[in-house]
Every structure is written in C-alpha cells, then in structure tokens.
C-alpha cells in the first residue's frame, strides 16, 4: 500500500510552508520575517532537548555489546537493552522476529540496493567495473575517486579478530553466530488525530569488523533512540504515529527491514480490532534511516590519508533513490529535510543527493518516500574510502572526537525538526 502522490504532497506543503514561506515572501517583498508560529516555537523546544552528552551517552552504552553482529548473544543482549531504554522513555515496543536463514522476497529496488561501493555501479552484487589496480593508491595510473575523479583508498570488512588489540572487546566480538531466529525492536509514539497512520525512522543496531560498531552504526542507532526519548515526553503530541525501529542484520542483506516489510506491508491502516481505534501496524507515510552518522573529514589524499579532524565543510548528507518508484515523492521529503536543517540544526548544513542505497530505507523505497541520511554519500564517498574505520577494528567510541559526534547531533536535530513538522508536533500546556 502506497501513499498516494496528492495525499503526499499536501503533507509536505503544510510542512513546508512553515519553515520557508514566512522567509520567502519577506525576501520577495522586501517586509520584515513574520514572526514565528506556535508550532514552530514547539519544534524549536523541542531540538533543543537534543544534548551532545545524552547522544554520546547512548552510542557509549551501544558499545558495551562489541560490534552486535546478528545471531550472536551480544547482538541479542543489545536488543535487550535497546528495548529496556525504549520502554523508559514511555514509548511503547513491540518486536518483529526473522530468520536469517530464511530470505524474504524483494523488490526490484531491494535487490539493488547493496553493495554498491567502490567500483560498482549500484545495479547490486556483481555489476562491477574492473580497477586493474585500487583505486587512489599510488599504483592508480589515474585519479580515480568518487565519480571517477579525485582520490579514493581500499575498502572492505575486517574478518580478523586478532587485528583487534584490545583483548577483553576480541574476546566479546569471537563469540559465535547462534543460529536461530532473530528479533529487532521498535517503539510508536501515537497520534492523538490520526494514529492510524505513521512515518518510520530507523537505524540499524548491528554491525561487523570486530570493533564496537560506535559509527556503524551505533551513531544512527543512538539518533533514533534519543528521538524517540525526545517525541514520548509525555507533554508533546503529534497527529500522526512515529514508529522508531532498531533494525537488525542490516550486514547480512538488508535482513530485518526486508522482514519487517514482508510481515507488516499487508497490515498497513488496519483498524484491529474494528472501530477500536487502534492500528497495530498504520498506514506508512514515509521512511527515514541513519546509516553511520560521524566521519566527515573529506577526500583522501594522493596517499590514501584523511585529515585528522571533521573538515570544516563537514555536512549531513540526505539522499533519496532516483530510480526507485517513489522517486518524485522521496525527492520532495529530502528537500524538506534539507530545510529543516537550514532553519534548525546549529552546526552543519544539510545536501541532498539521489543516489541512496545499502541501507534499511531501500526495501521501501518502491512502497512509500524513503530517503536516508549519512556523513556521506554512499555511494561516492563512504564507497570509495572516504571513511577508513568502516568495518574496521577502528570504529570504536575511543576514536571519534566531539566534532565527530556533533555531526551526528545536527542529523538528529535535522529529523527532529522535519518529522515534528510533518506529524504536527506540538507541547500540551500543563492543566
């Protein structure tokens, strides 16, 4: 079930024309901006309960679990976690549970959606481009990069534990895969005029390579934690429903959200039971994921090295799918974020991009406007090295700085501000 193409527009002009057309027609006419409205004085308030120390708090307690690779108990007992820390925001949880070693059918856009990283196109697994040499490296007779210009290094997952020096973290990343089903945990905010329909922000909580998994992808796990702490206060209310799904087995294939889409798609609007008033799945109205959040310090240079700090151009990067069949409406919610973090976000600005894949908004892109948002592009950045600790041992807590994580703070504001534009959030006064 899709959201029609009107009924979506009209959700993105009431947004919009909050954070841009006070502004626009102060420039047109030359008249002071008009002042703000009683919702965006809330959405304000609101942004500003987002706290640097509480968003590394929450990426710090995620790495305690090791890098949560699916199946395993760490993996398992981070779900627990999660959902222990859902629950004492007041949000309500549910969970879906899948077998890894049971697929699910995909559409086309999910069978293309991963794997497309350097040197390869992004039709999916083996459509690839052959590099005689790495691209980057001082043996690349050319400048290829992103694109095929600039400079790029070598990627790829780190399956050796041993390349992990710290010895207590080794001994908790060598504990076997489980086989076995798997369960991944959400949490809904309800909407007070039309709970029966819902935007989905998620993040996926497993990772690979043997470190902590803080970038990947702890720091969009911990976004879509600290939201859902921010949107269940007990003061806000929305029209519509918020879901705040924690993915699983996104580094296996995309798993869980293939899963969730399999066994939730079909329940979508339906009242259960009848003229209860309650929909335990509602009707999807757009997705948004967070796929490593943090690492924005630029191209590699002639050498393969990065820069040591977040470069100053830093920014958070919004990409929507171009061939997918929601495209024109993906588009629109990009844009949209985009604005949101003009207006709201204190540090980094906002691009947007057409090129989303290799994450958990893939499987419904064909379905509904999903766009997802990163430290780069997927495709021709974090594919072509531009951050040396993915799937790495690196990708540790220890190794990211408060420019790093403050990065990672403005996406949150970015889709805070968006989503409680979009549901119509708002702060009861108290009685």
Not at 49 to 73: H, Q, S
Not at 88 to 103: N, V
Not at 374 to 397: A, K, L, M, V, Y
Request: hydrophobic content about 30%.
């Amino acid at each position: 079930m899709s959201l029609s193409y009107s009924q979506f527009a009209t959700a993105i002009m009431s947004a919009v024309c909050v954070t841009s057309v006070a502004a626009q027609q102060s420039s047109v006419s030359g008249q002071a901006p008009q002042p703000p409205t009683a919702q965006t004085d809330d959405v304000r308030t609101l942004v500003g309960r987002l706290e640097l120390d509480k968003y590394k708090a929450t990426i710090k307690g995620l790495t305690a679990f090791g890098d949560r690779r699916e199946g395993t108990d760490r993996n398992r007992r981070a779900v627990d976690w999660i959902e222990a820390q859902l629950k004492s925001y007041g949000c309500e949880t549910g969970r879906i549970t899948y077998d890894p070693a049971a697929p699910v059918p995909t559409t086309d856009a999910a069978r293309g959606g991963r794997g497309a990283g350097r040197g390869q196109t992004g039709r999916g697994r083996g459509a690839t481009e052959p590099r005689p040499t790495p691209a980057g490296t001082p043996e690349d007779p050319v400048r290829r990069g992103a694109g095929g210009k600039g400079f790029g290094r070598p990627t790829g997952v780190n399956n050796d534990p041993m390349r992990q020096p710290d010895e207590a973290l080794r001994a908790l990343n060598t504990q076997p895969v489980i086989p076995g089903t798997v369960d991944e945990v959400y949490c809904t905010k309800w909407g007070t005029t039309r709970p029966g329909e819902m935007y989905i922000i998620g993040a996926h909580m497993d990772g690979i390579g043997y470190g902590e998994a803080a970038n990947d992808d702890g720091s969009g796990t911990a976004i879509v934690m600290e939201l859902a702490r921010v949107f269940s206060a007990p003061e806000v209310a929305t029209d519509v429903s918020i879901r705040f799904a924690l993915w699983n087995g996104e580094e296996g294939g995309l798993r869980g959200a293939r899963a969730y889409v399999h066994q939730r798609g079909d329940l979508q609007g339906r009242e259960d039971p009848p003229g209860s008033g309650k929909y335990p799945e509602p009707k999807w109205l757009g997705m948004i994921q967070h796929d490593m959040m943090m690492f924005d310090h630029g191209m590699p240079g002639p050498d393969g090295k990065l820069g040591a700090e977040q470069r100053r151009e830093a920014d958070v990067n919004i990409e929507f799918q171009e061939n997918s069949k929601m495209a024109a409406e993906a588009q629109k919610l990009a844009w949209l974020f985009r604005n949101a973090n003009e207006r709201y976000a204190t540090d980094y600005p906002a691009t947007v991009g057409n090129h989303m894949q290799s994450t958990d908004s893939v499987p419904f892109s064909d379905i509904i406007p999903a766009i997802s948002l990163r430290e780069n592009e997927r495709r021709d950045h974090i594919g072509f090295g531009w951050d040396p600790h993915w799937h790495q041992p690196t990708d540790r807590f220890s190794t990211f700085s408060d420019r790093d994580f403050r990065l990672g703070l403005n996406a949150a504001q970015t889709t805070l501000a968006a989503i409680a534009q979009l549901s119509r959030a708002r702060l009861n006064k108290p009685n």
